[in-house]
């Protein structure tokens, strides 16, 4: 009788362990398409099954890199936390190779710009290249004068097909916690619709949220990797897709003038994907808006929906 | 690009306007001053670069914490930030947001996961307090700073912090209207 009820519990086990594999085995939206540029993007990461994930997305989309959205060691940051909460999760990855380019939150040290495997090169804000996307990273949390100057010098420099911003504080967000900053979008947007910046990246809140373009801008909110506030999201109009009720990692292959994209549960599970068109010069404000409103992937052709 | 320049052109003249000459020259000398002590500390120290070992980036924060401190041993509320000085910081702060800003700066401070604490000056900003933002429309309204220090908002203080060091330097009382 003892026997037969392990058997039992032994199949039911090994069925779910089955079943578990299969909902976690990934299940690419990208194209991979040849010489694209292929990232992975986190906000608050300490999240060991979050890092499995990605792991275990990496093999079939080999992305080379992954940007920080900030709050990069959250709570206490002593050297044994850098371990713990960001060297041993995203062992496989760095192991692999893989680098990390940081921002800082405002549960971050300042000081973490030290911090090598963060790329930051000891600076507050910086940029760097890769293929044809031009990507500026910005420490939101003090936004002083001569950041500001600095991006206003450098965003026409900015010598790529694509150009994106990632940075800690949201522009746009609907979440109830903490929301938009609008002080800082008076700061920053015009600077963005006046160099052209095609994607925003922002962590802060506890979510992800894909926003609708607002003056010819696509925004990602992404503060879900490590840390999660259930149902936090408020959707507006301006809510193009939102999920709030597990962690998430994003996924972003850019090739030519198509940005493609997939956003992964901790579970495995893609809660959204599309592809976006790179505006044109001309592109602004409502034209923008009006063509990429309620868009979402299409599968492998490009197109809206 | 220009019409940056010349934007912040004007907040400076304004900046300048709202607070009188002596009040910003005053602060500023108070200010190179603390930075001449600062750099004095840290010639003491292996310069730091970037490095693997977060223990290294740890130990010289404590170590240009406890140099700067060593010389600041006297350091009291208002050194910086005396009273006058402090009057005329309340009163451009108070004209910023009073302003067509005004909104958009209590909105961002809400936003920004307002902290509250006591403060004290030598005192480390704890590592288990997140570091609240400061508006960016704030910051282009009050005198510019070198970059060895930052202006932080606690509760209602404005706080004048060493980024390095992470350090208190000094702070105003009631300075958020």
Redesign the interface.
């Known amino acids: 009788m003892r026997r037969a009820v392990l058997v039992i519990l032994t199949s039911l086990l090994l069925a779910q362990h089955a079943s578990l594999n299969a909902a976690q085995k990934p299940v690419l939206k990208l194209p991979l398409r040849p010489k694209s540029v292929r990232f992975a993007v986190i906000g608050k990461p300490e999240q060991y099954e979050t890092a499995k994930q990605m792991a275990s997305y990496r093999d079939t989309f080999p992305f080379e890199f992954v940007i920080m959205l900030g709050d990069n060691i959250y709570?206490?940051?002593?050297?044994a936390?850098?371990k713990t909460k960001f060297e041993e999760p995203y062992k496989a990855l760095l192991d692999e190779g893989v680098k990390f380019y940081a921002v800082l939150g405002?549960?971050?040290?300042?000081?973490?710009?030290?911090?090598?495997?963060f790329n930051?090169?000891?600076e507050r804000y910086y940029s760097f290249k890769n293929g044809n996307v031009q990507f500026f990273a910005l420490d939101?949390?003090?936004?002083?004068?001569?950041q500001?100057?600095w991006l206003?010098?450098q965003l026409?420099n900015a010598n790529a097909n694509w150009t994106i911003c990632f940075f800690h504080?949201a522009l746009y967000s609907h979440a109830r916690f903490?929301?938009?900053?609008?002080?800082?979008r008076?700061?920053l947007e015009p600077?963005f619709a006046k160099h052209g910046v095609n994607v925003v990246f922002s962590g802060h809140d506890h979510v992800y949220e894909r926003i609708k373009p607002q003056n010819g801008i696509y925004y990602f909110v992404l503060g879900n990797a490590g840390q999660l506030r259930v149902h936090d999201l408020r959707p507006s109009k301006e809510t193009a897709k939102g999920f709030d009720t597990d962690r998430t990692f994003m996924l972003v292959e850019i090739a030519g003038d198509k940005l493609y994209f997939q956003t992964i549960s901790r579970a495995g599970s893609t809660v959204d994907s599309g592809v976006l068109k790179k505006q044109s010069s001309a592109s602004t404000g409502a034209a923008a808006h009006a063509a990429a409103a309620g868009s979402g992937y299409a599968g492998m052709d490009d197109g809206y929906r | 690009m220009l019409t940056l320049t010349v934007c912040w052109a004007n907040a400076r003249s304004q900046e300048r306007g709202n607070l009188d000459a002596a009040s910003i020259d005053n602060f500023e000398a108070r200010v190179a001053e603390y930075v001449k002590l600062h750099n004095t500390a840290k010639e003491k120290l292996a310069r730091l670069t970037p490095t693997d070992a977060p223990s290294a980036i740890k130990r010289h924060e404590h170590e240009l914490t406890r140099e700067i401190r060593g010389m600041r041993r006297q350091a009291r509320q208002g050194d910086i930030f005396s009273a006058g000085i402090s009057a005329q910081f309340r009163r451009l702060i108070g004209i910023t947001m009073k302003g067509p800003q005004a909104a958009r700066i209590q909105d961002s401070l809400q936003r920004a996961e307002p902290v509250r604490m006591e403060l004290q000056v030598n005192a480390v900003y704890p590592a288990s307090v997140p570091l609240q933002s400061t508006p960016p429309s704030l910051l282009l309204n009050l005198p510019k700073l070198p970059p060895e220090v930052d202006y932080r908002v606690v509760g209602d203080k404005l706080v004048l912090r060493d980024v390095e060091a992470n350090l208190i330097v000094d702070f105003i009382p009631h300075a958020i209207p």
């Open positions: 709570g206490t940051e002593t050297p936390d850098f405002n549960h971050d040290d300042p000081n973490e710009r030290f911090y090598k495997p930051m090169g000891g939101s949390n003090y936004m002083d004068p001569a500001l100057d206003d010098n026409p504080h903490h929301g938009p900053d609008a002080d800082l008076a700061r600077l």
